[in-house]
């Protein structure tokens, strides 16, 4: 059954059948990924408010960065996946070799800054010294380890990008266990450990992503996924790396774009007090988690749309996208009804400060209108980022950030009576006029015809 799983054609066969079984496997790896902040976040939230924010904000930076780690392997999905779609895994390998040296210099790069203005970019938000103490602490040693990221995307991109979902997922399953297990030990000094405070959350993080990577290059180059990459004769090849940034550095904009607008807005917050700022991080997470099943159906309506067109079936592209669209779309009515009766019970997991429930709740409840969008944006976008045709996905993105997210969450605060919740609904405004270029986009079909 496994073998048979690793040959199977993805460009044949009921195109809503291939979307499931590739997405569930995905959907599980991000919801485990998306896990490791939240676990650091409850545990971290028994150490005081302070904590809490400090964690919540450096790791919405740290999140930028992921979210670039992951745009500029979105290269290596594309050109992985057409040339799996051709029938040219010779082609596929020599990408993946190329991406490790990308790889590591991106690692090196992020390991400096992390050392040398952790503390500065906090600064740069005005929340208070014990907050930016902490999250200073956190968010130095995520980006110094910021090598083991770069390694689990590398592994996972490629794998799941040839078509083979699931040991992507049983490689997270093996190191987020360790993450969640480990974590207390290292933040309240339990048994032998040391106590380590919010830095025991991020060192935790480094040695399970580490060993989760180490895991992934077994399993590539010991032949027991789609593709076996080779270091036998390998040279650099920067032709293959520059169309490797052509395609994604504009996805790495997008995804700092989907990140960092969100870091800015926490400064707008940051004025009405901790309580405020712990509420918006906290529903941050939140909102990622509920995100997740709509991003892994993105990515795997993207994968699929890889391998169709390099098949010359663009069709099958396109009918993958609005299937994955209306399945997530069910599954956001459903969650939006149980956080509208049930928020103050879910963000107690993190906090149980009164003041700090009452602030979440609400940020919570106000969550549900991109809720509700989060399948046509993130979906149709995914889909399109896919084929190679990262460009009008990374203008449409920075326009409506810029022009209305921002101006709206520096506006609303200040000149209305909803006070920080102006933010979220600033949120809500920008994906609102991204889901509906996305889907003109998307009719339009011009992003079927794109070369690469």
Not at 12 to 19: F, T
Not at 200 to 225: K, R, Y
Not at 287 to 311: D, E
Request: contains cysteine; glycine residues 12%.
């Amino acid at each position: 059954m496994r073998a048979a799983a690793l040959k199977k054609d993805w460009t044949k066969g009921s195109v809503g059948a291939n979307l499931w079984s590739l997405s569930w496997p995905i959907m599980i790896t991000q919801s485990l990924t998306m896990i490791g902040p939240f676990v650091d976040q409850m545990w971290v939230g028994k150490l005081g408010a302070a904590s809490v924010a400090g964690v919540g904000v450096s790791g919405m930076v740290v999140q930028v960065v992921n979210s670039i780690t992951m745009g500029l392997f979105g290269g290596l999905r594309t050109m992985v996946a057409r040339s799996i779609g051709a029938g040219d895994k010779e082609g596929a390998n020599h990408v993946m070799q190329q991406a490790f040296v990308l790889g590591a210099g991106f690692s090196v790069f992020m390991a400096a800054v992390g050392l040398l203005f952790a503390e500065q970019a906090l600064e740069v938000f005005g929340v208070a010294p014990d907050v930016a103490s902490e999250g200073a602490a956190y968010m130095r040693i995520q980006l110094i380890g910021m090598v083991t990221m770069s390694l689990i995307s590398i592994t996972e991109s490629a794998m799941q990008a040839s078509g083979d979902a699931m040991n992507p997922m049983r490689i997270n399953i093996f190191y987020r266990l360790i993450h969640v297990v480990f974590v207390p030990f290292f933040i309240f000094g339990w048994w032998v450990f040391p106590r380590l405070g919010v830095s025991g959350a991020a060192l935790t993080n480094v040695i399970a992503q580490g060993m989760g990577g180490i895991l992934g290059l077994w399993v590539l180059f010991g032949g027991h996924s789609r593709l076996q990459p080779t270091l036998k004769n390998f040279k650099l090849d920067w032709s293959i790396i520059w169309r490797m940034l052509k395609i994604g550095i504009p996805t790495s904009i997008t995804g700092i774009q989907r990140s960092l607008p969100y870091v800015i807005l926490l400064s707008f917050v940051a004025p009405f007090g901790t309580f405020a700022v712990a509420g918006y991080t906290v529903t941050r997470k939140i909102s990622n988690f509920v995100q997740n099943p709509a991003a892994s159906l993105g990515r795997s309506t993207g994968i699929l749309a890889g391998q169709n067109l390099g098949a010359g079936q663009p069709e099958r592209a396109e009918r993958g996208g609005w299937l994955a669209v209306r399945f997530y779309t069910v599954a956001a009515i459903i969650v939006s009804i149980a956080v509208w009766f049930w928020a103050e019970q879910i963000v107690s997991i993190f906090n149980t400060e009164p003041g700090f429930i009452g602030v979440a709740a609400t940020f919570l409840r106000i969550q549900i209108a991109s809720y509700l969008l989060y399948g046509t944006v993130l979906v149709l976008s995914m889909c399109i980022e896919g084929s190679g045709d990262t460009m009008p996905i990374m203008l449409a993105t920075l326009i409506s950030m810029w022009a209305i997210q921002i101006p709206l969450g520096y506006l609303l605060p200040r000149f209305t009576n909803i006070g920080a919740y102006g933010a979220e609904w600033a949120i809500a405004g920008a994906l609102f006029t991204r889901g509906i270029f996305f889907v003109i986009y998307f009719r339009s079909g011009r992003w079927k015809r794109k070369r690469i």
